[in-house]
């Protein structure tokens, strides 16, 4: 039998467990990687450039194979998915583009669907040919989770064209690697 001093340690205990688990665990994480195809200097609108792309549509389906790894993972679909991480990089086959901040001077990627977009998450300004997004937080990603539970979603760039774009014809095309968690 436990003693006053040893229930009070054991109750404590028991507190301090709870209250440092996580609110759902992670049943399943993956990164998924999309390519966005190229931006051009005659796609400046607004003085703002986007680009968009359906998971479902990428080659492979990545986004769909993390979906069924999560599936199987938890017996059941997930009750939520959230990107943790994401990092944009100039693909390989760009043309007269090798730093974002020749054509951005802020980037933001955005998830969205027919009904609505959400912002994600933003570079302020973008240097170099890999950038990581800064991941909003407090996002809430409610308005798009059946569409992200059934992989039937867009994710997108857009953001504010740089003060002088490259001189010439180029062509910028972006590779987006976003690391998913799916929830319980």
């Known amino acids: 039998m436990l003693g006053v001093i040893g229930r009070l340690v054991l109750i404590g205990g028991v507190a301090l467990a709870v209250s440092g688990c996580p609110e759902e665990p992670v049943a399943h994480s993956e990164t998924v990687s999309l390519k966005l195809s190229g931006m051009k200097e005659g796609d400046v609108k607004n003085n703002e450039f986007s ?3 359906n998971v479902n549509s990428e080659s492979g ?3 769909g194979e993390f979906t069924k790894a999560a ?3 938890l017996g059941k679909a997930p009750s939520r998915i959230a990107p943790q991480s994401a990092f944009l990089r100039i693909h390989s086959d760009s043309e007269g583009v090798t730093s974002f901040g020749e054509v951005f001077a802020s980037m933001e990627l955005f998830f969205a669907n027919s009904a609505t977009t ?5 570079v302020a300004s973008p ?5 990581e997004v800064a991941l909003d937080e407090n996002v809430d990603l409610e ?3 059946a569409s992200m539970i059934g992989g039937d979603f867009k994710v997108g760039v857009r953001g504010a064209a740089a003060a002088s ?3 010439g014809k180029f062509d910028l095309r972006i590779t987006i690697d976003i690391k998913f968690e799916a929830y319980e």
């Open 143 to 145: 308005p798009l989770m």
């Open 118 to 122: 959400i912002p994600v998450g933003t």
């Open 61 to 63: 389906n990545p986004y």
């Open 51 to 53: 680009e968009e792309k």
């Open 71 to 73: 599936e199987n993972a």
């Open 165 to 167: 774009l490259p001189a």
């Open 127 to 131: 240097q170099g040919s890999s950038v």
